[in-house]
């Protein structure tokens, strides 16, 4: 299985701040990376797919790029609502993995 | 807009067989290019990928789980469900339906259902 490792585990920012999130993949996916937002006790959202292309009805404040094994999820000013755990998938090969998830809290 | 939810005990006994069911709604699970899975998250934990069927009836599993395993659909329900055999638990989770882009990308999920396996 690919393994995915998301870094921080858990980070601390305050509303309006610009946030950055990492993933690597234990081998190369190209492009195939998936970003998940999920609330407690809620399912997880797709934000992102494709390592870039936002899903629909997703805020443009959120962004993602990489390819390979590095990537990055971007908030850009940060909002109230955006405090969760996000978890990154690869959608390479079976079986699909994710990240442990990096939980953004309010500092 | 597709609508998944999840139905089946919430309680199981270690060794027997889960079962949960998911109805679909808003979408027929016939459809050509969807796929349909079931994801499982532990308790205060992370996400795990069980398997998918695909709307032709082709069948994907995680290998780490693939002998206990079966996802099948009935069409004329527009229903999917999943059955995992010899639990212990370590299968303790709330359990996801889902719908997949090919690729597994999960762009619909249903609300969750936590089943616990104990005696």
């Known amino acids: 299985d690919i393994q995915m490792t998301q870094s921080p585990s858990s980070l601390s920012a305050s509303v309006g701040d610009r946030v950055t999130l990492t993933c690597r993949a234990s081998?190369?996916?190209?492009?195939?990376l998936n970003w998940y937002q999920q609330k407690p006790g809620r399912a997880p959202n797709l934000l992102i797919y494709g390592a870039s292309s936002l899903q629909s009805g997703v805020p443009s404040r959120f962004s993602g790029s990489g390819s390979g094994t590095d990537f990055i999820l971007t908030i850009s000013g940060l909002q109230p609502e955006d405090f969760a755990t996000y978890y990154c998938q690869h959608s390479s090969i079976t079986p699909p993995t994710f990240g442990q998830g990096t939980n953004v809290e309010v500092k | 807009q597709l609508q998944l939810q999840e139905s089946g005990p919430g309680l199981v006994k270690p060794s027997e067989t889960l079962s949960l069911t998911c109805t679909v709604s808003g979408g027929s699970i016939s459809s050509s290019h969807h796929y349909w899975g079931w994801i499982r998250q532990p308790p205060g934990k992370g996400l795990e990928w069980i398997g998918s069927?695909?709307?032709?009836?082709?069948?994907y599993h995680n290998p780490s789980l693939k002998s206990r395993v079966t996802i099948s659909a009935d069409t004329s329900k527009n229903q999917f469900s999943l059955r995992l055999s010899s639990v212990t638990a370590a299968d303790t989770a709330v359990y996801y339906c889902?719908?997949?882009?090919?690729?597994?990308?999960?762009?619909?999920w249903g609300q969750g259902r936590l089943v616990t396996v104990s005696s």
């Open positions: 889902t719908e997949e882009r090919a690729g597994t990308i999960v762009d619909y």
């Open positions: 081998q190369s996916i190209s492009t195939s």
């Open positions: 069927i695909s709307y032709a009836g082709s069948t």
